[in-house]
């Protein structure tokens, strides 16, 4: 079937700038999660949703960031006023929900999305 | 101390020899562990977990778990070109909610 997609796969965005980035799950996950990847660098952890909540937001860097998620399954990853050290690739993974406590399931990612603050 | 922590620096190994690369964790709790495997330029590609203390096997991949230690490795078999890339170790705590810590990587080199 059908793998996690994301838009844009490129964004090229002024200093200031507000952006969305869009994130289409696998069907049938319910859990969403957003992360970032600097260059060179390892993946930090933005936000997770369960369904269209989100129970940890504890990854967004400031309150600039902003993510929802409607319908079970489209999310979108906003930040506004965007910074040059906002540059970074965006990745969104989705995973079948496991239980408070239980294993986690495994989180498949999508191609990401490349956004350059100039 | 991180939570997750790989070897630093490339790991060169000729083709058909054995790969093996270590990444221990901080949180005693954890209960789910990942190897990714990310191509320059792309996004990771899950190809272990593990949940259990000891072995797991598949194709030319063995994970190995010990959670008393609280380290995570995978050795890749038969090393071929193709296996060059950076491997990802990622770690989920309890608690539930499910995200990954992952470790910085380990760039695998396999030379021909």
């Known amino acids: 079937g059908a793998g996690v997609s994301q838009s844009p796969s490129n964004k090229v965005t002024e200093k200031g700038k507000d952006v969305e980035l869009r994130c289409d799950p696998i069907s049938g996950h319910t859990a969403l999660y957003w992360y970032r990847q600097r260059l060179g660098q390892g993946l930090e952890f933005l936000i997770y949703f369960q369904g269209n909540s989100a129970p940890d937001k504890s990854g967004l860097p400031s309150d600039r960031f902003s993510a929802e998620r409607t319908g079970e399954s489209v999310s979108t990853l906003t930040i506004q006023r965007t910074q040059q050290e906002d540059s970074a690739v965006y990745l969104c993974?989705?995973?079948?929900?496991?239980?408070?406590?239980?294993?986690?399931?495994?989180?498949?990612f999508g191609p990401g999305t490349r956004l350059t603050v100039t | 101390q991180k939570e997750v922590e790989q070897n630093s620096g490339p790991l060169s190994v000729p083709e058909g020899a054995i790969a093996s690369l270590n990444c221990t964790y901080s949180?005693?709790?954890?209960?789910?562990f990942f190897w990714y495997r990310q191509y320059s330029g792309k996004s990771p590609e899950l190809i272990m977990s593990?949940?259990?203390?000891g072995d797991k096997e598949d194709g030319r991949f063995t994970a190995q778990l010990n959670k008393a230690s609280q380290y995570v490795s995978l050795l890749i078999r038969d090393s071929q070109p193709s296996d060059s890339a950076t491997y990802l170790c990622?770690?989920?705590?309890?608690?539930?909610?499910?995200?990954?810590?992952f470790g910085k990587g380990n760039q695998v080199v396999v030379i021909p």
């Open positions: 593990i949940y259990s203390n």
């Open positions: 993974a989705s995973s079948v929900a496991g239980e408070t406590g239980a294993p986690s399931y495994e989180q498949y």
């Open positions: 990622a770690v989920n705590g309890p608690g539930g909610n499910n995200r990954l810590a």
């Open positions: 949180d005693r709790g954890s209960q789910s």
